[in-house]
């Protein structure tokens, strides 16, 4: 059996619809996730934001536009008026919940349950147009089985479980269709796995059915070797490992939330991302192979921030990082980039929601500056300290380039630099033309 996840995109109109049943409709058994409908959860989320100012009347002109795109997408999707008719009042009375939940006040539980519906949506349509097409498809509810503990990471133990109970009930049909994202957390309320989410629930999936394959179906044809926005003539990198296709996702590849990749790995359960546009291309696999001595490819991150501080307490002492360290922690602020001295530190960071009051507390421990504006560009592969040269070849292709700060050495897959975003353009371009 293998897990099929496809993104908004590609369940983001009627006919991108009945394209995603044209895909699966083989004769293999699968548990397909789907996402919202593209657009859906931003304008849910845009809704939400009128809510929590007590703007009603706005949060209504967003719901009732969204409501009516998907009367149109209704009409066009299913052949019989019979279906149509059936699905449109499961629809309406989803809507109806929605526009219930604006009337409350605002909580973080109220957005949670709103965004939810665009899951709830999407998988309603699309299991009905299967059945309308004869296909055995059945609607598995995610909130049946998909778990969080009481630190809102996943309950792997108790989502086993319920998704095992859950396979026996509905597991004999070819098809079983679920939603990504969505889940209840440890009190039992309506929670999701962050935004990206969706790769997440598929990798879960995947591990704790002992899939054969996880794919993740997008609008690319897989993992690119550098950013195909701002390079020209990028390639589709065929085979990653799963560490390095994590340090992609991680530092930048958009196409693979970074979170997706290790259910999978503790299963060793390769992973495919590949192309709804275009179903034949090969994409990539990630598994637990990997190519030997190569460079695969470069990302970029940008909105990252280096936070600096230099103290001479630093000197011959122990015990000085571990209290920078704890600042950070007691912020919930991950740190990405790390560069020491004997009486400095540099890190780098991309959540800048809570710099002020990190940077006053370091401030206690030392002089403390910070920049932000900056880029991590990030190249992965087999950077083994066998493998010689390869540093070399990233520092002199970035000569131009003014670097604030480089990691090395922490991994075997990944050399990362920090630029100037106003840099990071001409540094994407430079390290293309350099490696591949």
């Known amino acids: 059996m293998k897990v099929l996840k496809f993104g908004g995109t590609s369940v983001g109109s009627a006919q991108r619809m009945q394209h995603v049943a044209d895909i699966i409709s083989d004769n293999e058994k699968k548990i397909v996730v789907l996402s919202a409908m593209s657009g859906t959860t931003n304008s849910l989320l845009q809704a939400v934001d009128y809510l929590r100012v007590g703007n009603l009347t706005g949060a209504a002109d967003v719901v009732n536009l969204l409501e009516r795109k998907y009367e149109k997408e209704t009409a066009e999707l299913y052949l019989t008026s019979s279906m149509q008719e059936s699905v449109w009042e499961k629809l309406k009375t989803y809507f109806f919940e929605i526009r219930s939940l604006l009337l409350e006040s605002y909580s973080n539980q109220i957005e949670k ?7 709830l949506i999407s998988t309603l349509m699309f299991t009905s ?10 609607l598995m509810p995610a909130l049946s089985f998909m778990r969080l503990n009481a630190d809102g990471e996943p309950d792997m133990a108790l989502t ?12 004999e049909h070819r098809i079983v269709i679920t939603q990504g994202f969505i889940c209840l957390n440890a009190e039992g309320k309506i929670d999701n796995l962050k935004r990206g989410g969706s790769d997440y629930s598929a990798s879960i999936i ?34 990653l490992s799963f560490e390095e296709a994590a340090e992609l996702a991680y530092f930048g590849a958009k196409i693979l939330h970074p979170t997706c990749i290790l259910p999978a790995k503790m299963k060793s359960i390769p992973v495919r991302l590949l192309n709804t546009l275009d179903p034949t291309a090969p994409g990539t696999l990630i598994s637990n192979d990997y190519k030997k001595g190569k460079i695969e490819a470069v990302a970029a991150k940008d909105g990252i ?25 007691q912020h919930k602020t991950a740190i990405d980039l790390i560069a020491t001295s004997e009486v400095a530190v540099s890190m780098s960071i991309d959540n800048l929601s809570r710099i002020g009051d990190i940077v006053e507390d370091l401030r206690k421990l030392g002089t403390v500056s910070f920049e932000t504006g900056l880029s991590i560009i990030s190249v992965v592969g087999d950077l083994r300290s066998d493998n010689l040269g390869f540093e070399a070849q990233v520092i002199d292709a970035l000569k131009d380039i003014p670097v604030r700060m480089i990691s090395y050495g922490g991994s075997d897959h990944n050399i990362s630099l920090l630029v100037s975003t106003d840099d990071k353009v001409r540094a994407l371009r430079a390290l293309s033309k350099a490696i591949f």
């Open 113 to 119: 349950r709103i965004v939810s519906y665009g899951e």
């Open 129 to 138: 147009y299967l059945q309308e097409q004869n296909v055995d498809a059945v």
């Open 160 to 171: 086993q479980q319920l998704l095992h109970e859950q396979l026996g009930q509905y597991g």
């Open 206 to 239: 995947g591990a704790l059915s002992d899939a054969e394959e996880i794919q993740i179906w997008t609008d690319i044809d897989g993992m690119h070797n550098n950013d195909p926005r701002f390079v020209d003539g990028t390639q589709p990198v065929p085979q």
């Open 305 to 329: 921030a280096v936070v600096r501080i230099q103290s001479d307490r630093m000197l011959l002492a122990y015990g000085f990082l571990s209290r920078v360290f704890s600042v950070f922690e």
